[in-house]
């Protein structure tokens, strides 16, 4: 079974500037999560997906974030513009909708640097 | 506010021995907790769980202890092994209007010294 696909792996970007990640979860799997994890904290939830529609966005900072998944399967997180603030590894990650209580499968992360 | 702590920021151990990670939590409505393991350059996998519904959840070298009433759990390796050499983070589940949320700690350095 192939993981949690995430592109590009790393981006540099001057602030101000746009940028987007994509994500392609496991297949099957109905419930996709963007993470931000900034160097020496752990993932901070910004949005959940089951399928397209959105569960929480209630920590994503709306006025330069956003992040869709029009089809229920690949998603994008789009920031604009960037701020230095935003320097991180972007996680997503997916789960089955029922079964495998809780367990959410990461992929590798996009390591973002605003300079 | 810091849900879920970890403050241990590293640990070393000896090859052979046991590792323990601990996590505090300060929400009594979180009702499963889990642990990630990090290498650099991947993202977290998951390692092994538990439903606050019970205080011991055991898989191969690894143990979960949850004491719901110090809202503290902590992860035992034994032995440890080089290759448990990673970051080590503790998640807390809360359900929040049907949406499933995971908090997790600032996770923990483990480095097993051979």
């Known amino acids: 079974e192939a993981g949690v696909a995430q592109s590009p792996r790393y981006k540099i970007i001057e602030k101000r500037q746009s940028v987007a990640f994509w994500c392609n979860p496991i297949s099957g799997h109905a419930t996709l999560y963007w993470y931000q994890q900034i160097l020496g904290q752990g993932p901070k939830l910004l949005i959940q997906f089951q399928n397209n529609g959105v569960v929480d966005d209630s920590q994503l900072p709306k006025d330069r974030f956003s992040a869709e998944r029009l089809k229920g399967v690949d998603s994008t997180l789009k920031i604009q513009p960037a701020k230095l603030e935003d320097s991180a590894v972007y996680l997503c990650a997916s789960r089955r909708l029922a079964g495998g209580p809780y367990t959410q499968y990461f992929g590798p992360g996009t390591r973002l640097t605003v300079l | 506010d810091q849900q879920v702590k970890q403050n241990s920021p590293s640990l070393s151990v000896q090859e052979g021995r046991i590792s323990i990670l601990n996590c505090d939590y300060t929400n009594s409505m979180f009702d499963y907790f889990l642990w990630y393991k990090k290498y650099p350059a991947e993202g977290p996998t998951f390692l092994i769980s538990?439903?606050?519904?019970?205080d011991k959840n055991e898989d191969g070298r690894f143990t979960v202890f949850l004491n719901k009433s110090a809202k503290h759990l902590s992860l035992h390796i034994v032995p440890s092994q080089p290759g448990d050499s990673a970051v080590y983070f503790c998640?807390?589940?809360?359900?929040?209007?049907?949406?499933?949320?995971?908090?997790f700690g600032q996770g923990t350095r483990l480095t097993i010294n051979p």
């Open positions: 998640a807390a589940c809360n359900r929040i209007q049907g949406a499933q949320k995971l908090v």
């Open positions: 538990i439903s606050s519904i019970k």
